[in-house]
């Protein structure tokens, strides 16, 4: 395992700007969607990059130490599949089953969702995609997504996990995870860890069907609470972990803490997880789009050390430079995004130990600008009073990065930095979905992955809007 702990450059003051950053908890199925809307076209590659033909044979593969399968380095995550304009927002089964034949051709082999994902729409829509290639040519792992009450009784928790299997047209899960262990109610996820899958059976009966081969490697993916994480590990001659997925990316690995006291640097998770051998399976390593849509001198920086590559291909070169990693998601929703990953890994290109400390300073640098740590998951939504909660707060995340937030009218740039702001809020929000229609019921807080504050956070937005609209900022 390589050095963890690289000297970080000097703190250039950005604790001032973290004051804003809140907290949360549980997330919850029902609300879950992810699917993807036009809006977002764009948000994994940042910026253009290396152009034309992608080879067909240079993907970079790891192996799975269980099995000895060569596991792509690049996963997809169905996460954000295309959707069709149409009331309901319908996966577009056309768009997925085209970019689900242009990653395979290219070598990836990997395929991860939920029955939570896409409103509950992706399993199938992933199914429909995979059935039509040889079962030997695809990975695939879901998740058991017990998150509601309702869920966690052994027999709807076993009912779910059947279910994953006809939406998928298999017999046989490939990776299978408990779902968003450690998040709970207030900073507590073990009696979460509890109802779900231990007081009710159910991880014993996932062992059971990975005995019988129904599973062939069984994980959790980690969110919140680091004392169930390390329980679960603590645990580990028991349940022998085959995988874990966490969420790694070159920001979090030292600053999860400062972004978030509930959260756990992913340097300490991933390290964990190596000390026994465990592949990681990483989530988020664009922290939902954020690292490709940085402030205009990040983007400089990093486009003058690799000028043809994206701005997002350093994200994902960081996380799949470590060798403990089977393999790193990505929810490329159009061929772009999907093109420009695989460019990153046919084949991979690993960070020397100069550029992981050219990428940890450049992660202090990020750290300056005050964004809202949203990963446009849409874990929020919907909003009962019709908020558009994660189009507000990624707005405000682009303005902050492209110096469209004025600090004072006495600021040189204050006209065009106020019109700019003003103009595109009411393009980007129709009226009746903007921050000003939060009540700050608090609905949204427990199903916020990241522990955002969200009726804070638009009400801080909000206020903003208004003291531009009156000039009073």
């Known amino acids: 395992m390589k050095n963890n702990h690289i000297p970080q450059p000097a703190d250039i003051g950005r604790r001032q700007f973290l004051q804003g950053l809140g907290a949360g908890a549980l997330a919850t199925a029902a609300l879950m969607s992810g699917c993807a809307e036009d809006s977002s076209k764009g948000a994994a590659t940042g910026t253009p990059s290396l ?30 599949w295309p959707t069709l304009k149409e ?45 039509r290639h040889p079962r030997d040519k695809y990975f695939i792992a879901t998740k058991l997504s017990n998150f509601a009450p309702e869920t966690w009784s052994r027999e709807a928790s076993i009912e779910m996990y059947h279910n994953s299997f006809k939406e998928l047209q298999v017999d046989y899960i490939d990776y299978m995870l408990l779902h968003a262990i450690g998040m709970g109610s207030g900073d507590d996820g073990m009696p979460a860890l509890h109802a779900r899958y231990l007081d009710n059976g159910l991880l014993d009966f996932l062992l059971e069907e990975r005995e019988k081969g129904h599973i062939r490697n069984l994980g959790f993916s980690y969110h919140g609470d680091i004392r169930v994480f390390d329980y679960l590990l603590s645990q580990h001659d028991k349940y022998r972990w085959d995988f ?16 978030n006291p509930r959260n756990t640097d992913a340097e300490y998770l991933y390290g964990e997880l190596a000390k026994r051998n465990i592949p990681a399976v990483i989530m988020e390593p664009l922290l939902g789009g954020r690292l490709a849509k940085v402030n205009q001198g990040i983007v400089s920086r ?4 690799e000028p ?11 996380a799949g430079s470590w060798p403990g990693v089977l393999t790193v998601l990505s929810g490329m ?19 020397t130990d100069e550029e992981n400390k050219f990428l940890y300073a450049t992660a202090n640098l990020i750290l300056q600008f005050p964004t809202i740590p949203c990963n446009n998951c849409n874990y929020c939504m919907p909003c009962p009073y019709g908020l558009n909660i994660p189009a507000a707060l990624l707005y405000y995340n682009k303005c902050v990065n492209e110096g469209n937030i004025p600090e004072s009218s006495q600021s040189a740039d204050y006209r065009r930095a106020r019109r700019a702001f003003l103009v595109g809020y009411d393009r980007a929000l129709p009226a009746v979905r903007q921050a000003s229609h939060c009540i700050g019921c608090g609905e949204c807080v427990t199903h ?26």
Request: charged content about 25%; aromatic content about 8%; overall charge neutral.
């Open 308 to 318: 043809e590559r994206s701005v997002a291909s350093w994200a994902f070169r960081f």
């Open 333 to 351: 929703t159009y061929m772009e995004h999907l093109e420009d990953n695989l460019r990153s890994f046919c084949p991979l290109k690993p960070l």
């Open 448 to 473: 916020c992955p990241q522990n955002i504050q969200i009726p804070k956070e638009l009400q801080r937005i909000d206020r903003l809007v208004e003291q531009l609209k009156q000039e009073i900022i």
């Open 51 to 80: 152009s034309g033909e992608i080879p067909t044979d240079k993907m970079t593969y790891r192996i799975n130490p269980k099995t000895g399968e060569k596991v792509s380095l690049l996963g997809y995550g169905c996460m954000r």
């Open 302 to 305: 990093l486009k003058q050390r």
């Open 87 to 131: 009331e309901g927002e319908p996966i577009d089964q056309e768009s997925v089953n085209r970019l689900v034949d242009y990653a395979i051709a290219h070598g990836v082999n990997y395929f991860d969702t939920s029955p939570a994902y896409c409103k509950g729409m992706s399993e199938r829509a992933t199914g429909i995609a995979l059935k």
């Open 244 to 259: 874990v997925q966490i969420q790694l990316n070159y920001l979090d690995w030292q600053h999860a803490r400062e972004m």
